[in-house]
């Protein structure tokens, strides 16, 4: 059942794919101009340095709008020569899949499939004719003229990287005229693809890439050119032959051969036009480069070509001029590499840059320098010692002098302070003159005068300009404490006031009223009761209402408007009251008596206030001037440590330079590094377990001395050329210039190349001299250059027992190695045996004395192996040549005498002749000599082809075959190689052994079909894989299938296309026997002769995108893994890498499994299907068994194995079903001649290690060893022990004998069983089955293929399957496992498995944990959940969002990480926050630290669950079980970074919302005002009471600072911690009782007593108990907690007594 795709998933393709902008840069600019009759180079010149301009892209996808490349056509090179491989297109589809959904393919190993399921794409698929696709292309507008006709030039291999052009391969293309969802896949070809006549790579392409394409898209569309359509062939245009089904049986099978003698001709060398090759590594220089020295010739630079026996490399040549290379270095290293940097071994010279950092450089000292500079640590520490006491030393003296100054001050002030106070309150009071307050102030006895009261001011006035900041102060005090002068409603004054603003207000809003009236008005002002009532009596007379009539009650309805009460009167402060009261008795003289009055009583409340105010200012001054002091102090001390230390880093910067300066050696050999930084890199947070990182900057100086730079770039021959070989001996092969090339080798001026000998297997025979010593090396050519670098000689030999010139010889057969040394009086000849595998060089008895068989000791030029022998040719430079006999110690009698001088001599890799290369009289000429009748002719001279320059140089190989030998010349000055095929011939008959009437059969009658393969391709897909397999990948149920269809757009008859399809399908059901189940026959076929790409198509299916790459994902097999030396060699992404595997040698097991990488399957493991459960089914067997056909038909895979033995190594594809994932990995073939036993067991020990299923393949043969055949598995039972993987070796072995019919199916069985049989009981327990297998294992004998019960076989493989138990549960676990096993066989390791992923797993999980249980992700710059590495499966995360605090972790990507952010953060995130003063304190604080308990809780719970689900498989490792302890630890610092401090808060009477162990004043993180109203209501006339205006969290009434209520001077302990500043006592209180405010306690304020005998201070929080209770020991408010560290840890002593440190045997440990 098809469900059907919501619209609102359905991405806009149209819209999507019309955000890519067709080029507009100019097209001269875009693409070189290049003629079509140029000469193609195999590769751009190089780039010169950083500032030479990029190249224009050569690719034409650049200039194809809304085209992305899906798969890609690669070549490497394998055993066989270079073969072609397909892979996913990464970053082409990664630009793909961003557009569809931004951010979802974030690299190769992290893409979000199912993201991309958001989005719907309807694929249709392309393929055909290469016109056809580009007129194609030009109508959906994604090229122009320009771009299609550079897409149908003729390439050749050399395109794309010297001109212009569209690699093979996959494209996906839209455009916006398409309709939405629609994309057109197009598999565009090479240019011989639909020829039917194709070489077999081309054609094994065409069929690959036509299986991709049918997979991916149920709707095909085939676009012909007309000339492919006029060149097809019908079925009715071919001769009709008789129906005879057996005979033409017959003659499909029988292919007839016979061996013929070859004409017999006379030895010759007969020369043929061979290849040529162009390169830039290949071209001269045109001047010396700069620094070349005098002396050397500039030939010396010209590039040539280096051979071996079957193998060619051009080695350049590049002049190094005598100079340090400057390197800008910008690298990340752990703290080893890092001290191996810096050490003088590594780096002799080490200067500090200018711009080094404090910090840079204290990591530099820490990393080696310490060392470097012998005792100036000691002596740097003892300074910063010396320093700190002085600083202690100066504190304690400043703060001693300041205080007493303060206190000096403070008396001083105390006695003027009177006066100073009053002359603030007359100013703010003009109504009260300063001398009758002064009057006042004093007693009655004191006299003073005007001046002394000035004096007095004065004094403290100029105190205050030196103290501006305190003057403003009190200056602020003061006019709040005036503002109000009695708090008390019912203090005479408050009412006086009251009443007189009333009767104002009166006057005011009633004017006019009678003498009468306002005299009973004044009077009421000095009454004693009843104010109000007798104002509203007055206002409101009884008899009113009846006097008056309509006009009068008028009147008094506007007048009683509220008859309850009197208007309400505007606020006003006491000074701007007392100011109005000196107008008022000019106004009215009835207001004399009243403001006499009033004056009397603000004299008297001015005489209170300044009284305290002057006893309590100085006191307060004295305080802030002692927190001053302590505060300057402070900084004071931090400058001056700041300063000292900053000082005393740069002394010790100029000491160490100086240090650094005098052990630098005079003239170093080594690196000089100019460090500019090293900062900690934070790498908390990923998956690197290693997160002890740095990254150093800066410039590395490293000398290199003038000589020669070195490059090889081997030649290797397509996989095609080799086919052609086999076929055609005389085949011309055309090799090309590898792209990855080894690194470079240098040599000093001194030094040179005596030979380079290029071996099989990319190794070489390199010998080196210097004038003292020659050296021999033997080694990959990816390793040449860091042995001749680091002197790893295979032999050393000394120059002056040599000669001045010995010449050198080398034979790959006999692996001999020659060296003919000559002095005046001697000639000796050295003979050595080497060993490339076991890495020895012999000497081969003692030296040859030849002496005796010359009169006099002649020069010699060329010494050459007869190849193949132990004969050895000498060449005099008089042109003589004799051939010497290393077995019987004597010459030849025959000789050759040359016509000149031997320039180069070389020996046919084939053993037939020998080509020397003469110069006479400036003359070159080539001659070739037989070697069976060497000196009996005169040789036959090969013409030097006149496109040769004559100082070309020359080298003689064998290309493809041994006998194949061609010369090659380079020819600098054009950039080439050029080369002469040379047919050798010799006077003995040859024998061949070929096809009789053509290799495929005969079909004399048959019309030759041109172009059918566009069509026939179909049928070649079928045929190569599946059809229809037993197991089969299911897609997303929610994709909407449409029928299957192929639409050919074609010129030729329409008619004819179905039933040439149907006959097709007909033909190969009846030819495979394959089971189709119809599917082939439902395809509807049609035909048009025109067709419009861009109308709306409705019956192309419609896909999820995620789940359509998926299946495109897991369609490409990926190669994992070669074997070569006897080494297991894991690739990189599916991909060769000299570079990756240089970086594996030496790295630990964890390192390798962490840095493997299975490119396009990462993610599809990781995460889309990280949840499903895996089998895994392999196969192995011998060589061309159909290991990889087999596997297809059974996996639905597409593996490309074939005859020529493309498998290399092991290969892995993936089908997903809806049970589970079926993991296939295939395997090459075991006991073949190319790999060692050694590398047998390795491949061998892989698969049955990973496998659930192993299929074993090979051929019906009852005489065959079955011991032997499964010595390799046999082998691995000592290698890796089952036992101790639990996890691994849970397969059934199934022995599957191909070609069996069923008569001999019980023989075979029975035979098989006696054998295995015999093994079993000659190994016991140690039999590879038991211990491989499990003891399970099948013998199946497969028919005979293209028989009726070849494929239903697979069935029953099915249900075999389907009844083994599953033992990887998730892929991601499965993953994990395949690559720890990969990196075990690469390092050679072999414990258990399970401790190494334990072990990877936890280093892996705590370098995450810190990140994890404060963010609740491993990843801040993404912030992706915490999730189960194995399933993928995201945990629920509790406390989502919320951050916590650990100290010690840095998180850059997050901006501001600290304690009190993360508190902020997270307070802001609870909902009963805002209930905090309808609460109660005690009760919210509680409340409080609940929630944060609880989220911690949360976050704690989460982070356990994570480190469960990712270790619950590992069970009790000891790396585990640390793990968990680190987590226990760091959940405890979470834990206490959330408990809340809880003390009062130093500006109100709340509590502190900070940490517990935070510094500083207390802060409840309000603003310190209380929310409530004012108590009082009753005395307010307004409707809204005003709000409070004391503190937050005092105790008592509320009280407003409008209208006075409480006494509200201040307190008499105002200053200290915990104190409400104003007295709460009733107004007009008792002058003899003391100010007190409503705070519960005011703390003492001294320094907390923890304080050991010596005088170290271990805590310096002030005391906190009340300062009115005594108390002789003082204690801070951590007085439940030791403030001293764990003595093992970094954490908290858990001792409950903060006096814990004073026990001298107190034992501080975390708890």
Same mark, same amino acid.
């Given at each position: 059942m098809t469900s059907v795709i919501s619209s609102d998933d359905e991405f806009d393709m149209k819209s999507a794919f019309s955000q890519i902008p067709p080029s507009t840069a100019p097209k001269s600019r875009q693409e070189p101009a290049v003629s079509s009759e140029e000469v193609m180079d195999i590769d751009p010149p190089p780039v010169k340095d950083e500032n030479t301009a990029a190249a224009p892209s050569l690719d034409l996808l650049n200039r194809i709008s809304g085209m992305f490349r899906l798969l890609d056509l690669v070549t490497e090179q394998g055993s066989g020569g270079l073969v072609d491989k397909i892979l996913i297109a990464q970053e082409s589809v990664s630009l793909f899949a961003n557009l569809v959904h931004p951010g979802s393919y974030r690299s190769t190993t992290q893409v979000d499939f199912r993201a991309l399921d958001k989005h719907t794409i309807k694929p249709r698929g392309i393929y055909g004719s290469m016109t056809s696709i580009a007129d194609f292309l030009v109508k959906l507008g994604c090229i122009d003229e320009e771009t299609r006709s550079l897409l149908l030039r003729p390439r050749d291999?050399?395109?794309?990287?010297?001109?212009?052009?569209?690699?093979?391969?996959?494209?996906?293309?839209?455009?916006?005229?398409?309709?939405?969802?629609?994309?057109?896949?197009?598999?565009?070809?090479?240019?011989?693809?639909?020829?039917?006549?194709?070489?077999?790579?081309?054609?094994?392409?065409?069929?690959?890439?036509?299986?991709?394409?049918?997979?991916?898209?149920?709707?095909?569309?085939?676009?012909?050119?007309?000339?492919?359509?006029?060149?097809?062939?019908?079925?009715?245009?071919?001769?009709?032959?008789?129906?005879?089904?057996e005979s033409e049986a017959f003659d499909d099978r029988m292919f007839g051969f016979s061996v013929e003698q070859t004409n017999e001709e006379e030895e010759n060398a007969i020369p043929e036009p061979g290849f040529t090759i162009r390169s830039f590594a290949i071209e001269a220089p045109s001047c010396a480069p700069p620094g070349y020295p005098d002396g050397y010739p500039l030939d010396v630079l010209e590039s040539q070509v280096v051979v071996? #026996?079957?193998?060619?490399?051009?080695?350049?040549?590049?002049?190094?001029?005598?100079?340090?290379?400057?390197?800008?270095?910008?690298?990340?290293?752990?703290?080893?590499?890092?001290?191996?940097?810096?050490?003088?071994?590594?780096?002799?010279?080490?200067?500090?840059?200018?711009?080094?950092?404090?910090?840079?450089?204290?990591?530099?000292?820490?990393?080696?320098?310490?060392?470097?500079?012998?005792?100036?640590?000691?002596?740097?520490?003892?300074?910063?010692?010396?320093?700190?006491?002085?600083?202690?030393?100066?504190? *304690?003296?400043?703060?001693?002098?300041r205080r007493a100054a303060a206190t000096k001050d403070r008396i001083a002030l105390e006695r003027d302070m009177i006066f100073w106070v009053g002359k603030q309150a007359a100013s703010l009071y003009p109504i009260i003159t300063e001398i009758a307050l002064f009057q006042a102030l004093l007693p009655p006895d004191v006299r003073f005068g005007a001046e002394e009261c000035d004096l007095a001011v004065a004094t403290v006035e100029s105190w205050f300009d030196e103290h501006p900041s305190l003057q403003k102060e009190m200056h602020k005090e003061v006019q709040i404490a005036f503002e109000r002068l009695e708090i008390d409603p019912k203090a005479r004054y408050n009412r006086l006031k009251n009443r007189l603003r009333q009767i104002r207000a009166v006057f005011e809003e009633h004017p006019g009223f009678s003498p009468d009236v306002e005299h009973r008005l004044f009077e009421l002002l000095t009454i004693q009761k009843g104010f109000k009532e007798e104002l509203l009596k007055i206002l409101q007379?009884?008899?009113?209402?009846?006097?008056?009539?309509?006009?009068?009650?008028?009147?008094?309805?506007?007048?009683?408007?509220?008859?309850?009460?009197?208007? *309400?009167?505007?606020? =006003?402060?006491?000074?701007?009251? !007392?100011?109005?009261?000196?107008?008022?008795?000019?106004?009215?003289?009835?207001?004399?008596?009243?403001?006499?009055?009033?004056?009397?009583?603000?004299?008297?409340?001015?005489?209170?206030?300044?009284?305290?105010? *002057?006893?309590?200012?100085?006191?307060?001054?004295?305080?802030?001037?002692?927190?001053?002091?302590?505060?300057? %102090?402070?900084?004071?001390?931090?400058?001056?440590?700041?300063?000292?230390?900053?000082?005393?880093?740069?002394?010790?910067? $100029?000491?160490?330079?100086?240090?650094?300066?005098?052990?630098?050696? %005079?003239?170093?050999?080594?690196?000089?590094?100019?460090?500019?930084?090293?900062?900690?890199?934070?790498?908390?947070?990923?998956?690197?377990?290693d997160r002890d990182q740095f990254r150093i900057k800066g410039i590395l100086l490293t000398p290199n001395k003038a000589g020669f730079q070195y490059r090889i770039h081997p030649l290797d021959v397509k996989q095609d050329d080799m086919q052609a070989i086999s076929q055609n001996p005389h085949h011309v092969c055309n090799p090309i210039v590898r792209a990855r090339n080894p690194p470079p080798v240098f040599l000093p001026l001194k030094t040179e190349w005596s030979l380079i000998h290029l071996l099989d297997k990319d190794r070489c025979f390199a010998v080196t001299s210097d004038g003292r010593y020659i050296s021999v090396y033997m080694e990959n050519v990816n390793h040449l250059a860091s042995a001749v670098d680091q002197r790893k000689v295979i032999k050393q030999l000394h120059h002056e027992k040599l000669g001045s010139r010995p010449l050198f010889a080398i034979d790959e057969t006999r692996r001999l190695f020659a060296i003919l040394s000559t002095t005046e009086?001697?000639?000796?000849?050295?003979?050595?045996?080497?060993?490339?595998?076991?890495?020895?060089?012999? !000497?081969?008895?003692?030296?040859?004395?030849?002496?005796?068989?010359?009169?006099?000791?002649?020069?010699?030029?060329?010494?050459?192996?007869?190849?193949?022998?132990?004969? %050895?040719?000498?060449?005099?430079?008089?042109?003589l040549c004799r051939i010497f006999s290393l077995i019987s110690e004597t010459d030849r009698p025959s000789t050759v005498q040359l016509p000149g001088e031997a320039k180069a001599a070389f020996s046919s890799a084939d053993g037939a002749c020998l080509i020397v290369q003469v110069v006479q009289n400036g003359k070159v000429s080539l001659l070739c000599y037989h070697w069976p009748s060497f000196g009996t002719n005169e040789g036959i001279e090969i013409p030097w082809p006149d496109e040769v320059p004559v100082d070309a140089s020359v080298a003689v190989s064998s290309i493809g075959h041994r006998s194949g030998v061609y010369i090659l010349f380079t020819v600098p000055r054009y950039g080439s190689c050029t080369s002469l095929y040379i047919r050798i011939t010799k006077r003995s008959s040859d024998f061949t052994f070929k096809p009789s009437g053509g290799l495929m059969g005969s079909s004399n009658g048959t019309k030759k079909t041109v172009n059918n393969s566009l069509i026939d391709c179909h049928s070649e897909v079928w045929t190569r894989f599946p059809v229809r397999s037993p197991i089969t990948r299911e897609m997303?149920?929610?994709?909407?299938?449409?029928?299957?269809?192929?639409?050919?757009?074609?010129?030729?008859?329409?008619?004819?296309?179905?039933?040439?399809?149907?006959?097709?399908?007909?033909?190969?059901?009846?030819r495979t026997r394959k089971p189709t189940k119809g599917a082939l026959k439902a395809i509807r076929v049609e035909a048009k002769t025109n067709w419009n790409p861009l109308v709306a198509a409705s019956d192309v299916s419609k896909m999820r995108v995620g789940d359509w790459l998926v299946g495109l994902f897991c369609l490409i097999p990926i190669h994992l893994a070669v074997t070569g030396s006897n080494r297991f060699i894991p690739l990189k992404d599916g991909v060769t890498s000299p570079a990756f595997e240089s970086m594996l040698l030496g790295?630990?097991?964890?390192?390798?499994?962490?840095? &493997?990488?299975?490119?396009?399957?990462?993610?599809?493991?990781?995460?889309?299907?990280?949840?499903?459960?895996?089998?895994?089914?392999?196969?192995?067997?011998?060589?061309?068994?159909?290991?990889?056909?087999?596997?297809?038909?059974?996996?639905?895979?597409?593996?490309?194995?074939?005859?020529?033995?493309?498998? #290399?190594?092991?290969?892995?594809?993936?089908?997903?079903?809806?049970?589970?994932?079926?993991?296939? =990995?295939?395997?090459?073939?075991?006991?073949?001649?190319?790999?060692? *036993?050694?590398?047998?067991?390795?491949?061998?020990?892989?698969?049955?290690?990973?496998?659930?299923?192993?299929?074993?393949?090979?051929?019906?043969?009852?005489?065959?060893?079955?011991?032997?055949?499964?010595?390799?598995?046999?082998?691995?039972?000592?290698?890796?022990?089952?036992?101790?993987?639990?996890?691994?070796?849970?397969?059934?072995?199934?022995?599957?004998?191909?070609?069996?019919?069923?008569?001999?199916?019980?023989?075979?069985?029975h035979e098989f069983h006696q054998k295995f049989q015999r093994i079993v009981q000659q190994e016991r327990a140690d039999n590879f089955i038991s211990k491989l297998h499990r003891g399970k294992l099948d013998i199946i004998p497969w028919p005979v293929i293209e028989s009726a019960r070849f494929y239903d076989l697979f069935m029953g493989l099915k249900q075999r399957l389907d009844r083994q138990p599953v033992t990887h549960k998730h892929a991601g676990a499965f993953l994990s496992v395949l690559k720890m096993l990969m990196a075990k066989l690469k390092a050679n390791d072999w414990g258990a498995l399970d401790q190494n992923l334990a072990v990877q797993r936890a280093q892996i999980l705590e370098a995450a944990l810190p990140c994890a249980l404060a963010l609740g992700t491993c990843d801040p710059s993404t912030g992706d959940?915490?999730?189960?590495?194995?399933? $993928?499966?995201?945990?629920?995360?509790?406390?989502?969002?919320?951050?916590?605090?650990? #100290?010690?972790?840095?998180?850059?990507?997050?901006?501001?990480?600290?304690?009190?952010?993360?508190?902020?953060?997270?307070?802001?995130?609870?909902?009963?926050?805002?209930?905090?003063?309808?609460?109660?304190?005690?009760?919210?604080?509680?409340?409080?630290?609940?929630?944060?308990?609880?989220? !911690?809780?949360?976050?704690?719970?989460?982070?356990?669950?994570?480190?469960?689900?990712?270790?619950?498989?590992?069970?009790?490792?000891?790396?585990?079980?640390?793990?968990?302890?680190?987590?226990?630890?760091?959940?405890?610092?979470?834990?206490?970074?959330?408990?809340?401090?809880?003390?009062?808060?130093?500006?109100?009477?709340? &509590?502190?919302?900070?940490?517990?162990?935070?510094?500083?004043?207390?802060?409840?993180?309000?603003?310190?005002?209380?929310?409530?109203?004012?108590?009082?209501?009753?005395?307010?006339?307004?409707?809204?009471?005003?709000?409070?205006?004391?503190?937050?969290?005092?105790?008592?009434r509320h009280v407003c600072s409008e209208m006075p209520h409480l006494c509200g001077l201040p307190c008499r302990l105002s200053g200290k911690e915990g104190c409400l500043h104003t007295c709460i006592k009733s107004m007009g209180h008792d002058e003899d009782e003391e100010h007190i405010c409503a705070g519960r306690v005011h703390e003492c304020g001294e320094l907390c007593s923890l304080v050991r005998p010596d005088g170290t201070r271990l805590c310096s929080r002030p005391c906190v108990i009340d300062c009115l209770r005594e108390h002789e020991r003082h204690a801070c408010d951590r007085s439940l907690s030791c403030p001293i560290l764990c003595q093992l840890c970094n954490s908290y002593c858990a001792a409950g007594d903060h006096f814990h440190g004073l026990d001298p045997d107190a034992k501080h440990l975390c708890g």
């Open positions: 291999e050399h395109s794309g990287v010297s001109r212009p052009a569209l690699r093979p391969g996959l494209y996906i293309v839209s455009s916006q005229k398409l309709e939405e969802s629609l994309a057109y896949v197009v598999f565009w070809p090479e240019d011989a693809t639909w020829q039917d006549g194709a070489i077999s790579s081309v054609s094994r392409n065409r069929v690959t890439f036509m299986r991709y394409l049918t997979k991916i898209c149920e709707q095909v569309v085939c676009l012909m050119s007309d000339d492919h359509s006029n060149a097809l062939v019908w079925k009715d245009e071919m001769p009709v032959e008789p129906e005879d089904d071996g #026996e079957v193998t060619q490399a051009i080695l350049q040549t590049q002049f190094i001029p005598e100079e340090q290379t400057r390197t800008t270095i910008n690298e990340i290293m752990r703290p080893l590499a890092l001290r191996a940097r810096l050490s003088k071994e590594r780096t002799p010279v080490v200067i500090l840059g200018d711009s080094i950092s404090e910090d840079s450089f204290k990591q530099a000292l820490d990393h080696g320098l310490w060392e470097r500079c012998g005792g100036l640590r000691a002596k740097f520490d003892d300074k910063i010692v010396a320093m700190r006491k002085a600083r202690d030393r100066v504190r *304690a003296e400043e703060r001693t002098k007379p009884e008899d009113q209402t009846a006097s008056k009539g309509f006009i009068g009650t008028a009147w008094l309805y506007v007048v009683v408007k509220k008859p309850t009460g009197l208007p *309400a009167l505007p606020p =006003m402060d006491d000074p701007s009251f !007392a100011f109005s009261l000196l107008a008022l008795p000019e106004e009215n003289a009835a207001y004399t008596a009243i403001v006499k009055e009033l004056t009397s009583q603000i004299l008297e409340s001015l005489r209170r206030k300044v009284k305290a105010l *002057a006893n309590v200012i100085p006191a307060k001054i004295e305080r802030e001037l002692q927190e001053q002091c302590e505060l300057d %102090i402070q900084k004071m001390h931090d400058r001056r440590q700041k300063k000292d230390e900053s000082a005393a880093w740069a002394d010790l910067l $100029d000491e160490t330079r100086e240090r650094l300066s005098q052990n630098t050696p %005079i003239k170093p050999e080594g690196d000089t590094l100019i460090l500019d930084s090293i900062t900690p890199v934070d790498l908390r947070g990923t998956y690197h377990w009086t001697s000639i000796l000849l050295h003979v050595y045996i080497y060993d490339l595998e076991a890495r020895t060089f012999i !000497a081969r008895g003692g030296a040859f004395n030849m002496t005796r068989w010359f009169l006099s000791v002649p020069e010699f030029t060329n010494l050459v192996f007869v190849s193949g022998t132990e004969d %050895i040719l000498l060449i005099q430079k008089d042109g997303n149920a929610a994709a909407i299938h449409q029928p299957r269809s192929i639409l050919f757009v074609s010129s030729a008859l329409s008619a004819r296309f179905a039933p040439y399809f149907t006959a097709m399908v007909r033909e190969f059901e009846y790295a630990s097991v964890a390192q390798i499994s962490e840095a &493997l990488s299975f490119g396009w399957y990462e993610s599809i493991f990781n995460s889309y299907l990280a949840n499903k459960p895996v089998k895994v089914i392999t196969s192995m067997g011998e060589q061309s068994v159909g290991k990889s056909f087999a596997l297809n038909h059974f996996i639905d895979t597409s593996f490309a194995g074939s005859a020529m033995r493309c498998t #290399e190594g092991v290969w892995l594809s993936v089908t997903p079903t809806r049970e589970y994932l079926v993991v296939a =990995m295939d395997f090459e073939g075991v006991h073949s001649i190319e790999r060692s *036993a050694q590398e047998d067991t390795l491949l061998v020990l892989l698969n049955a290690a990973i496998s659930n299923f192993v299929l074993f393949r090979n051929n019906f043969a009852l005489s065959r060893d079955i011991a032997g055949l499964f010595t390799s598995f046999q082998s691995c039972t000592k290698v890796l022990d089952p036992a101790a993987n639990p996890s691994l070796f849970h397969s059934t072995l199934g022995i599957i004998i191909k070609d069996v019919i069923d008569s001999d199916t019980r023989e075979i069985v959940p915490l999730k189960n590495y194995d399933t $993928d499966e995201i945990l629920e995360d509790g406390s989502p969002g919320c951050q916590f605090y650990l #100290e010690g972790l840095r998180l850059p990507a997050i901006g501001d990480y600290s304690i009190e952010r993360c508190l902020f953060n997270l307070r802001s995130g609870w909902k009963d926050r805002l209930t905090r003063f309808s609460t109660g304190e005690e009760k919210f604080i509680e409340l409080y630290n609940v929630y944060l308990h609880d989220i !911690a809780e949360e976050r704690i719970k989460l982070v356990h669950s994570w480190l469960s689900a990712n270790t619950t498989r590992f069970g009790e490792k000891a790396e585990i079980t640390s793990l968990f302890r680190t987590f226990d630890k760091l959940a405890k610092e979470l834990r206490l970074s959330v408990l809340l401090c809880g003390s009062k808060c130093s500006s109100c009477g709340l &509590l502190c919302l900070h940490h517990k162990q935070h510094k500083g004043e207390h802060n409840c993180m309000t603003s310190h005002k209380c929310p409530d109203i004012c108590s009082f209501t009753q005395q307010h006339t307004d409707s809204d009471s005003p709000a409070c205006g004391l503190p937050a969290g005092h105790t008592g």
